[in-house]
């Protein structure tokens, strides 16, 4: 169980903490500077507090040192996430990731304390992006500058053959993580013997340049 504190609860703040509440494996305190950004939350998380956590007596009192990680979700103001990021850091704090919406935010964020830096906004633009410019992909996430994993229809020529005949990972390069079927649900990492049914979605891992090989 990781204890985790959420500085800033804006529309980001409110998804990423109901994620980590349906999780289940967390102790979660959130904090805002308006009491009405939290209000709706105080009977699911851990602990809940009205604050400006510019003020570094207020962040001072959450022990912020004591936290496993710290999420600073202030993405409207800039230089407050910078402050915010920074006194954390110098408290004590032994991880923090920061948002950020540029990349020259994200460099004065990695310089003034944050371990590391996410771009909500960025990264939900490039997964739509590659889900509308190619044929038959149903969900897309980016893992690195060269890798992503795409859930793309079963191709034709598969179907009624096994993973193990098909050999995947020597002919295409790509590595087949999970099965969405239709009647079994979702299968993680599917043996050599699954058999391939018209109506599947598969999820592979791979360099993009391979799996758009693969779907093109």
């Not at 915010?84 to 923090?96: C, L, N």
């Not at 993680?188 to 360099?207: C, E, N, Q, R």
């Amino acid at each position: 169980m990781k204890s985790i504190l959420v500085i800033g609860m804006g529309k980001f703040g409110h998804h990423f903490v109901n994620e980590l509440i349906a999780d289940g494996n967390n102790e979660v305190m959130i904090i805002d500077k308006n009491e009405s950004q939290i209000r709706d939350m105080f009977s699911l998380v851990t602990s809940a507090r009205v604050g400006d956590c510019t003020n570094p007596d207020v962040l001072k009192s959450l022990g912020v040192k004591n936290f496993d990680i710290i999420v600073v979700c202030i993405g409207e103001d800039f230089q407050n996430s910078l402050e915010v990021t920074s006194i954390v850091k110098e408290m004590g704090a032994p991880y923090v990731i920061s948002m950020a919406s540029r990349d020259i935010h994200a460099k004065f964020l990695l310089k003034n304390g944050a371990d590391e830096v996410v771009y909500p906004d960025r990264d939900i633009a490039v997964n739509l992006a590659a889900k509308c410019s190619s044929n038959n992909v149903f969900d897309y996430i980016s893992v690195s500058q060269e890798y992503s994993i795409y859930e793309i229809s079963v191709l034709k020529e598969w179907c009624g053959k096994t993973i193990k005949a098909i050999n995947v990972r020597a002919v295409h390069n790509v590595y087949i993580i999970a099965i969405v079927n239709h009647k079994d649900g979702l299968i993680v990492m599917p043996g050599p013997d699954y058999v391939f049914k018209d109506t599947d979605h598969i999820k592979v891992l791979g360099k993009k340049k391979d799996v758009n090989k693969l779907i093109n």
